[in-house]
């Protein structure tokens, strides 16, 4: 039966999203589906920038070291790039741009820029080697891509790339770092387009179970509706914490501590904050007593990351040195957390509360949630639907839903599930149901409560701390290497990120190679995330199955089992 949580949440949703609330629901109509919208969203991301900027103009938006930015400064700053790159730079409506570069002011200056200039930011992957930039950036034909130096000088290094690289100093001021680019043209006079819901806003970069990174497209209703659903929970949460007595009455802040690149630092966290007032603090290298250090300093209400991050700071020897008593929430996403470091944080952190959330690029990070006591009751689930846009649902192999308690495939559907991938009409026709459920690739149940539990993953992937990692990428890396007969890469459980790369190899006949020598062959070619944290060399053949496929079942288990002896011995 609903929780006490449950049901004071539902009524908090039912005052916010009915007749004159501020979430008020309308329907929207999409290739003849309706969906359920929130009807104070703006039609895109343009006039969400405007109407925010300046409604927090005076308060503190970005702080980084020794800057602090309003928001009606950063908006300024963006509104400039967007005249330049429309009149300097010849971006037209639609166009794609790429931004390479770690968290910085100038990276949010030039997304918001590129988006109000009608622009699709295109948000590369800064882990990324040589190869995976320039692959990402031709496949959806990027003509101009901004990056900070490590990221400019590997885009130097490919070959033949048709694209305008152009170099950010984002270590300076944002003024200083962004003065080249807003030098080359623009000025009152240029004409801003008049953005609708329709146009394309962004493109993000997922790893799935067929090797290289496909490009998922969002248009800006997606985008907006997404930030408003998580506006609504955050609005929801505020009302609890107002009935029972602990209102929050400072600038709402939070750590920006992870990359931009990704959809969780992307919408719940940057986009959100812009209606909120919040104030981010950014961390362009994450590092657990730094983020106490801030924490403090700037009177963080909230924290989110991958579980790893809270953990590290549950359990740093100089924790008691900080005061991080402002923290109500540390909330994470990307990855299960183990349940004793659910009931850990619930215990030890002075009363901040854990929370979870579950989405994906596809779905602009909308999905559920599981909050506060109903966590600490379900520690190994994720929670409930988003409302009020999400519906969801296990589906068999026919695309029906089925039961509670029935295994299937996790499908999520809402106005705010992207597009398409750029290019892929068969990849974006396998992504959806007949009915526009997007079919996740995670293997779960709910139970009687609409809780969901996952269980499996159907995608032959791997998730390292909350970044995706394609098997099959890493596996055709290691052929690349003339002396690989065969491989399996599968995932490995690791206490700090969940889990991480593994990889068995059979070598060609005569040759001679160790694991060390591999693992240096791929880290000139993969974003070092992906290079397996241990590899075995086998002497034999590896077993197949009937079809002749590799038995990677049989090979998981096995050296899964190897990897604990020796984990225990070590």
Not at 15 to 31: E, N, S
Not at 117 to 127: H, I, Q, Y
Not at 128 to 150: H, K, N, R, S, Y
Not at 326 to 337: C, K, M, S
């Amino acid at each position: 039966m609903p929780s006490k949580l449950d049901e004071r949440m539902d009524q908090g949703f039912a005052r916010l999203t009915g007749q004159g609330g501020p979430m008020m629901l309308t329907t929207a109509m999409i290739d003849g589906q309706s969906f359920p919208a929130i009807a104070a969203a703006p039609p895109a991301l343009s006039y969400y920038f405007a109407h925010f900027a300046a409604e927090h103009a005076a308060k503190d938006f970005l702080v980084s070291g020794a800057e602090r930015l309003s928001f009606a400064a950063v908006h300024a700053e963006a509104q400039a790039v967007a005249r330049a790159l429309i009149d300097g730079y010849g971006v037209r409506r639609g166009d794609r741009v790429g931004i390479a570069m770690r968290n910085s002011p100038s990276w949010i200056a030039l997304y918001m820029g590129i988006i109000i200039a009608g622009g699709v930011a295109t948000l590369l992957n800064g882990w990324w080697q040589t190869a995976e930039l320039a692959e990402a950036i031709t496949d959806v034909g990027c003509g101009l891509v901004f990056a900070d130096a490590p990221r400019a000088e590997r885009l130097a290094e490919s070959a033949g790339l048709a694209v305008d690289v152009v170099a950010i100093d984002d270590r300076l001021p944002l003024a200083q770092a962004l003065a080249a680019v807003v030098a080359r043209g623009g000025s009152a006079e240029t004409v801003l387009p008049m953005l609708t819901g329709d146009d394309n806003a962004t493109i993000l970069f997922t790893s799935g179970s067929t090797g290289q990174s496909k490009g998922a497209l969002s248009d800006h209703r997606a985008v907006t509706q997404a930030v408003f659903n998580y506006l609504a929970s955050a609005l929801m949460m505020l009302g609890l914490s107002t009935e029972d007595g602990k209102p929050v009455t400072a600038q709402h802040c939070t750590l920006l501590n992870v990359p931009l690149f990704h959809v969780t630092a992307e919408v719940p966290v940057m986009l959100q904050s812009f209606a909120m007032g919040r104030k981010l603090v950014l961390m362009p290298k994450w590092d657990a007593e730094e983020a106490m250090r801030l924490i403090e300093r700037e009177k963080a209400t909230y924290f989110v990351g991958v579980p790893l991050m809270s953990f590290e700071i549950l359990t740093h020897p100089r924790r008691a040195q900080y005061d991080l008593s402002t923290v109500t929430d540390f909330a994470a996403g990307g990855a299960p957390r183990p349940v004793d470091h659910v009931r850990r944080l619930h215990e030890e952190m002075g009363g901040a509360a854990p929370l979870i959330g579950y989405g994906l690029t596809e779905t602009n990070g909308v999905g559920c949630g599981n909050f506060r006591d109903n966590y600490i009751a379900k520690p190994t689930s994720t929670g409930r639907a988003s409302a009020p846009l999400v519906d969801l649902a296990i589906l068999d192999g026919a695309g029906r839903p089925v039961g509670p308690g029935e295994r299937g495939e996790v499908g999520i559907r809402s106005i705010c599930n992207f597009k398409e991938y750029w290019n892929r009409p068969q990849a974006t026709r396998d992504a959806f149901s007949a009915d526009r459920y997007f079919l996740t690739g995670d293997i779960g149940y709910l139970d009687a409560d609409g809780y969901l539990f996952i269980v499996d993953r159907k995608k032959d992937i791997i998730i390292r701390g909350g970044e995706n990692i394609s098997c099959q990428e890493v596996e055709s890396a290691l052929y690349d290497h003339a002396c690989v007969a065969e491989c399996a890469v599968f995932g490995l459980p690791d206490e700090r990120f969940g889990e991480v790369p593994g990889a068995v190899v059979h070598l060609r006949d005569g040759e001679a190679l160790d694991a060390e020598a591999l693992c240096a062959f791929l880290k000139s070619r993969i974003a070092a995330f992906k290079v397996p944290q241990r590899l075995w060399i086998a002497p034999e053949p590896l077993p197949r199955l009937g079809t002749e496929k590799v038995d990677k079942v049989a090979l998981r288990a096995h050296f899964r089992a190897e990897y604990a002896r020796e984990t225990i011995a070590g």
